[in-house]
């Protein structure tokens, strides 16, 4: 599974961003998928999941009511509209995908990841 990740940049506070990751080489329906985010000096953690069937999702308490994730089949790709960011979004975002059923929030159930897309929040 390739996956390629887009969207990112430099956004004001209170700002809105959407990010993008289309991915090949695998059946994406049989794809579970996360967004996960790196700040500087700290661990990598989930941001938001979605299921490979039913479309179900999982956020980090973080992001709650702000972020969304989303899946087009059509166009194999996940999406993670934010909005509302703030300064302690500032983090490289990684998508990830792993073949199986269900939805997964730790970074070690993940096979398959894209490349890191900053999002800087300034203040």
């Known amino acids: 599974v390739q996956l390629q990740a887009s969207g990112g940049g430099l956004v004001q506070s209170g700002g809105s961003l959407r990010l993008s990751c289309a991915a090949s080489g695998r059946t994406f329906s049989s794809l579970a998928l996360g967004w996960f985010r790196q700040a500087p000096g700290k661990e990598r953690e989930l941001a938001a999941a979605?299921?490979?069937?039913?479309?179900?999702?999982y956020y980090a308490d973080s992001v709650k009511g702000r972020f969304t994730i989303s899946r087009d089949y059509a166009k194999s790709t996940v999406y993670l509209q934010m909005s509302s960011l703030k300064p302690e979004d500032t983090a490289v975002f990684y998508c990830?995908?792993?073949?199986?059923?269900?939805?997964?929030?730790?970074?070690?159930?993940?096979?398959?990841w894209g490349q890191g897309t900053q999002v800087t929040v300034s203040s």
């Open positions: 990830a995908a792993v073949a199986r059923l269900g939805i997964y929030a730790y970074a070690t159930s993940y096979d398959y």
């Open positions: 979605i299921s490979s069937s039913n479309g179900a999702t």
